[in-house]
């Protein structure tokens, strides 16, 4: 059987086609359609980009469109409605709309998605899996903001979370890693991509994560501030006389590591910092500071950890971050070996801690869309397997 994953941005549809044999998922086909409706773009909607998406799938041979059994959506946010993905109704969409003040650059395009796959494909079970869903464990002390109730209560300022999809993904490898149960384990994981977040999963339950109502709180990123006295946009306002939108636009888009040196490519800033521009040099100083703050944090809250997890672009290909992001933390038990960390081949779950190393330190390839793929085959009641019994991985 197979499971078609798809992932609509506001000028982008992207899809993966996933088969499920003996409990193994094999990736068949993906794609990108960019640009959808900008200009003189041949492709004006997500109805037209999906339908050219079904017809380049039944050219492919591989793909056998009468073996697909359903569509997985990413949806990023849930609002407080949603903690496990979910078989789409009118219901469901409904709730998605709800949380689109939340996410008001998300939420539209996946329902414009999700609009154009139930049209087109009415016979299809649809699944929405969200990226705020697996935050949903978080305890109120770390979900509630030190505000009155009625900024919570009326309009539901509150953390939510981002990257859940991931971070329950990879944490879930990491047990496997560990050769124990989620629910035995601790870990912290990192996901660092152009976005980043941290998350703090006891048990297999999130109890903290770093990113915020909205995606800009927690961690330095591309293009983001991460954590920043609420009073600095006041300032801003008042001082250098910005508007509400060009505020939005610097905090999210012109900030993080762009805003520290001129770019959000870690590996050009790696670069220019090894060439000995201070700016670029700066900006990484910055970066790992908020990790091992973080790292901290989340170790003062586990009690216990068994494992550190990193991932996405940064996490995955970048040695120089995981050792910033690690120095100096033996006390707590976490000590990297070098040369580990220096041979960490691509798309292969590593790990890259000492021998003895009390806490492991793991490099695990994020793999969102075969978690969608998974979850959504679940929802349909079409994969029992709900963690398929899986051979240790080998290091
Ligand atoms: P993602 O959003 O997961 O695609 O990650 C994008 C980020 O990963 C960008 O900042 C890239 O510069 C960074 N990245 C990708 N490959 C490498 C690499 N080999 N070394 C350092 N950073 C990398």
Not at 124 to 149: E, I, K, N
Not at 234 to 246: K, N, S, W
Not at 259 to 275: E, F, M, T, V, W
Not at 344 to 360: E, K, L, T
């Amino acid at each position: 059987m197979q499971i078609l994953v798809l992932n609509s941005g506001s000028s982008s549809l992207k899809h993966q086609l996933f088969a499920l044999s003996d409990g193994e998922l094999t990736k068949l086909d993906r794609g990108s359609i960019e640009c959808i409706g900008e200009g003189n773009a041949q492709v004006h909607c997500h109805a037209d980009a999906l339908a050219l998406v079904f017809e380049q799938l039944e050219r492919a041979s591989e793909c056998d469109p009468r073996e697909l059994v359903g569509i997985g959506h990413r949806v990023v946010h849930g609002g407080d409605l949603f903690d496990h993905p979910v078989l789409i109704d009118d219901r469901v969409i409904r709730g998605i709309r709800e949380a689109i003040p939340l996410a008001p650059l998300h939420n539209p395009p996946a329902l414009a998605g999700i609009d154009a796959a139930r049209t087109l494909r009415p016979d299809l079970p649809q699944v929405a899996v969200f990226d705020t869903a697996f935050h949903q464990t978080l305890p109120s002390h770390a979900l509630r903001y030190a505000l009155p109730a009625w900024c919570y209560e009326k309009y539901g300022i509150r953390r939510y979370g981002m990257h859940g999809i991931s971070h329950a993904f990879v944490s879930r490898r990491a047990a496997e890693l560990l050769d124990r149960q989620p629910a035995d384990v601790n870990v912290i994981t990192f996901h660092l991509g152009n976005g980043a977040s941290a998350a703090a999963i006891a048990g297999g339950r999130c109890v903290e994560t770093s990113m915020g109502m909205t995606p800009l709180e927690g961690l330095v990123m591309g293009t983001r501030c991460g954590d920043l006295d609420p009073s600095v946009p006041m300032f801003l306002y008042r001082e250098a006389g910005m508007t509400v939108a060009e505020v939005d636009r610097l905090l999210s888009h012109d900030s993080g590591l762009k805003g520290l040196c001129g770019s959000n490519d870690l590996r050009a800033i790696l670069q220019r910092a090894k060439r000995g521009h201070s700016d670029a040099e700066l900006a990484l100083q910055i970066y790992c500071h908020r990790l091992k703050k973080y790292l901290g944090a989340y170790f003062a809250i586990l009690g216990r950890v068994d494992a550190v997890v990193f991932t996405a672009g940064v996490g995955e290909n970048s040695p120089e971050i995981r050792r910033s992001a690690c120095d100096g933390l033996d006390l707590i038990g976490i000590r990297l070996d070098e040369e580990r960390n220096l041979a960490v081949r691509r798309g292969q779950a590593s790990d890259v801690s000492a021998n003895g190393s009390p806490v492991r330190v793991f490099v695990i390839p994020t793999d969102e869309e075969a978690e969608i793929a998974r979850r959504s085959l679940e929802v349909m009641g079409l994969d029992s397997t709900e963690h398929p019994p899986r051979k240790k991985p080998s290091l």
